[in-house]
């Protein structure tokens, strides 16, 4: 469709020559305007193709940054001047093709003579010029464009990569504590490590498929999150409590995968796993016009001030820089203390709603 629609805007170009170049005919010779533009314009279309398709190769064999300058203006003179001829003898023999076919000078036929010739002439070496100026403009900004996606390409390969190497961080980070966990429990509650290990393997079988690139529903992280703290439950019992508030318009935005399992990771481990009395963890989430603000607390030790911020640098890191490869500027992470409580607030993008995407189970 590009190419149809420039191949129509050069033709019309030659076109609008082709009826300055009738109009000078008639002001220059008095021939009538009938015969004057049906001389002219079969004549401007035929060059047009002929010069357009003569540049085009020419440029492509001729590329300014590999060859001399000098070689090349060599080349496109002598193309140019050859052409020109052409156009001038084949304007010649259309004329006398034209006063053969009219009855005679007084139906308008006109005589190409050789102050006219040499003004055709002129113009034709004008003429493959400025088509062969207009290719190399047109090849250096078809380049360009070509530089521009391949490097916009690079660009997206590294942040895919970028996400995935980060998405990978989370998987043996969260693995590694269940298997200490689970170890911790068979010496002590076989039924209970047993609960932990089919919990553990639903959970990474919801997860499996997540690709680091795909966003999906807030509903359905929430689902995830819901999963990874049904495995943290076998261990805390009653200990560990989970609370979601959930608008309906937050629960169809769109986010990466397993953004908050970090943060919920975090809460267990260094807010609920320091109380003995245990804590609970909630999560609230709205929509504030195009942006989506989610909130994970947790309950939190007073005498542990400083052991959530300090002690999850892969957690607030990993989602801090997932954000950052994700959205840019567009999104933010920020953390708050408070006695007994500790927030994490983020702000990223309401854009690209789902339609209640299926959950993977």
Not at 168 to 173: A, E, F, L
Not at 226 to 251: H, I, K, S, T
Not at 262 to 288: F, Q, S, T, W
Not at 309 to 337: D, F, K, P
Request: glycine share 8%; aromatic share 8%.
């Amino acid at each position: 469709m590009h190419a149809r629609r420039s191949i129509a805007l050069y033709l019309a170009a030659w076109l609008l020559f082709g009826l300055l170049l009738a109009g000078l005919i008639v002001a220059a010779t008095g021939a009538r305007i009938g015969a004057s533009l049906l001389f002219a314009l079969p004549l401007a279309l035929v060059y047009g193709c002929a010069s357009g398709f003569s540049s085009y190769y020419l440029c492509r064999a001729y590329p300014l940054a590999s060859r001399p300058l000098y070689s090349v203006l060599l080349v496109f003179a002598g193309t140019a001047v050859c052409a020109s001829l052409l156009w001038t003898a084949a304007g010649s023999g259309w004329s006398e093709l034209l006063r053969g076919m009219s009855a005679g000078p007084a139906q308008g036929s006109l005589v190409v003579t050789r102050p006219f010739a040499a003004l055709m002439f002129g113009l034709g070496v004008i003429l493959y010029a400025m088509t062969a100026v207009g290719q190399y403009l047109a090849l250096e900004f078809e380049r360009a464009r070509s530089l521009e996606r391949r490097e916009l390409e690079m660009k997206l390969a590294a942040q895919e990569a970028e996400l995935r190497m980060l998405r990978t961080q989370i998987d043996p980070h969260f693995l590694f504590n269940s298997l200490n966990s689970i170890s911790a429990l068979t010496s002590i509650d076989p039924p209970a490590a047993r609960s932990m290990t089919l919990q553990l393997s639903d959970f990474f079988r919801r997860s499996l498929g997540m690709d680091a690139q795909r966003k999906v529903p807030l509903a359905q992280e929430i689902a995830l999150v819901q999963a990874f703290l049904a495995v943290e439950g076998v261990r805390f019992g009653p200990r560990l409590a989970f609370e979601d508030d959930v608008a309906g318009d937050a629960a169809d935005c769109l986010v990466p995968p397993m953004i908050l399992q970090p943060l919920v990771e975090n809460a267990v481990k260094h807010g609920i796993g320091h109380r003995l009395e245990g804590g609970a963890i909630r999560i609230v989430a709205r929509r504030a016009g195009s942006l989506l603000r989610i909130r994970v607390e947790n309950d939190a030790d007073d005498e542990e001030a400083v052991a959530p911020v300090a002690g999850c640098g892969i957690g607030l890191a990993n989602v801090r820089q997932r954000l950052a490869a994700t959205y840019a500027h567009e999104a933010s992470i920020h953390w708050l203390r408070e006695p007994g409580r500790f927030y994490v607030d983020l702000t990223l993008p309401a854009a690209g709603m789902a339609r209640h995407a299926p959950d993977t189970n």
